[in-house]
DNA sequence: GTCTATATTTGGATAGAC
DNA sequence: GTCTATCCAAATATAGAC
């Protein structure tokens, strides 16, 4: 019965990974390095490498939790409602979880750590958040892919800009209501404007 | 009459600017190193410090080169019509310009260097497109601040999604006169729509 | 599993001869 | 200005004792 040992073990990596994430807020995602990450911990550097076989591995384990973050997140919620306010709740729930954490955010979506890739089974959360945000997507009325495209080059454009030149504020966020209005519009989706012009 | 010498340190420089180019297209920005770019231009590392101080002098180079490229294609531009083809075209332009190079527009627009700061005077190039940006945009009928934040939110993200997830292609430029249209038809700038829906 | 000690690599930067 | 030789620092990773 090693299940006692193996829980232990959990523990650490748990642990691990807290204090990875942790070192990443305050250095950068790029600034991660096994030394300061051992300190963290407790431990000293070659003790990391019994709880995860490279410094690769580690960074894919943060993106596994963060992609399981963001599907729990998702599963949390409602169904969104069709139209224009579910529109409008889905994408604020997505822009909150990605400005929460912007160093979650770029792990998740942009590609700041060079020669990084996700491993097969990791990905697949990625997938798996994917098929569920485009059956939201459905639901709420959006099925075209040119359509899809743009609103998701708004919603990145609009998190990207909040995270980079206002990290913190709400410059960028403040303007979901008037995209979601202005992509309605655009889209002649059901409903009524949420912002009032 | 030192001219000649001159001369000759501004062709090595521009020569090593060149090199530095080329082997960020190859191995990102973060992968320049100053052993390869001296191997790249022919000389051995040292050599490389009599043309730059440091390898963030050569970052800053870069970058003002980057932005200096973007003056003169704006200068080279007849002034932007007013309204919908104004914004298009402008837009357009900025837009080509990005993904033409995408490694040129991770170092004008994103923060991919650790560390790197542009100096002054290189910085100074940046505001001064700034200025022009936002000139042109109030000749177009853009003037109130949300709607440029709006707008640079639009263009980056379509921008973004190409350069990180179709590069070479066009499903996000593509989307571009639609976006034009999509953000007209809410901000009620004149014009016509350019896409036929 | 954890440690000390160390190998290995890489890369920026400098000293000093020519 | 360019070179050889070298320094220095940082960082991943491994070997082997305990």
């Given amino acids: 019965m090693s299940t006692g040992w193996d829980r232990r073990r959990e523990l650490t990596r748990a ?3 807290h204090a ?3 070192l990443c807020r305050d250095r950068g995602l790029a600034g991660l390095s096994m030394r300061d990450l051992a300190v963290e911990v407790g431990l000293r550097a070659p003790s990391l490498y019994s709880y995860f ?8 384990a943060m993106f596994a939790d963060g992609q399981r973050a963001l599907l729990e997140m998702t599963a949390a919620r409602a169904e969104p409602p069709s139209g224009r306010e579910g529109l409008r709740s889905t994408t604020a729930a997505f822009v909150s979880f990605c400005v929460a954490e912007p160093v979650r955010y770029q792990l998740l979506f942009q590609r700041p750590i060079p020669g990084f890739v996700p491993s097969e089974t990791s990905y697949g ?7 569920t945000y485009t059956a939201d997507m459905e639901r709420i009325g959006v099925t075209d892919q040119r359509l899809l495209d743009l ?3 708004l ?3 609009l998190t990207d800009q909040q995270v980079s030149n206002d990290p913190g504020g709400d410059r960028w966020i403040s303007l979901l209501d008037e995209a979601v209005d202005m992509f309605c519009g655009h889209a002649r989706l059901l409903g ?6």
């Fill in 192 to 197: 009524e404007p949420v912002t009032t012009t």
């Fill in 155 to 157: 919603v990145t454009g």
């Fill in 20 to 22: 990875a994430w942790t």
């Fill in 15 to 17: 642990d691990i990974l």
């Fill in 53 to 60: 076989a490279s410094k690769s591995e580690i960074y894919d």
């Fill in 125 to 131: 959360l990625a997938l798996e958040f994917y098929r």
């Fill in 151 to 153: 609103w998701s080059a």
